[in-house]
């Protein structure tokens, strides 16, 4: 199976697109992506599985957490993509208010370690500030 096709195997599924949505703001713990999208650990756990499968996401684990983030945007085909969905979500729901109650749950002290940051893959440098919806 070619990357590209794998890249969108990977994305037919509307959760998993929820999912790369979030990430696309920075890393999270898997709790926090499970609390925006109010659906079950294993269902999320199962998401994030064929995502990292299909090359788009990648997790690091800290104590009993697990943080999960974009993959390294080296390749053109996965900046490009990364950046066409970052303007695709933008204006259409469900995701702009997942976007919202991420940034409310960092407010109220969710789990992650990560401050939301803008996608370094739309930037040349890496942004330290909030991200702006």
């Not at 199976?1 to 599924?13: I, S, V």
């Not at 659906?39 to 199962?46: A, E, F, H, Y």
């Not at 104590?63 to 085909?77: A, P």
């Not at 370690?113 to 370094?120: K, W």
């Amino acid at each position: 199976m070619n990357e590209l096709e794998k890249y969108f195997k990977g994305l037919a599924d509307i959760n998993r697109l929820r999912i790369l949505n979030l990430l696309l703001r920075g890393e999270l713990c898997g709790c926090d992506i499970q609390y925006v999208l109010g659906t079950s650990q294993p269902n999320v756990s199962r998401h994030l599985q064929y995502l990292k499968n299909s090359g788009l996401v990648q997790d690091r684990r800290e104590g009993y957490r697990i943080f999960y983030r974009v993959t390294d945007t080296r390749t053109s085909s996965r900046k490009s993509l990364f950046e066409f969905l970052h303007l695709a979500f933008k204006n259409e729901e469900p995701f702009r208010g997942d976007v919202k109650k991420l940034r409310e749950a960092v407010n109220q002290g969710a789990c992650t370690l990560s401050e939301l940051t803008n996608i370094s893959v739309l930037n040349t440098t890496r942004s330290t500030q909030s991200v702006r919806a």
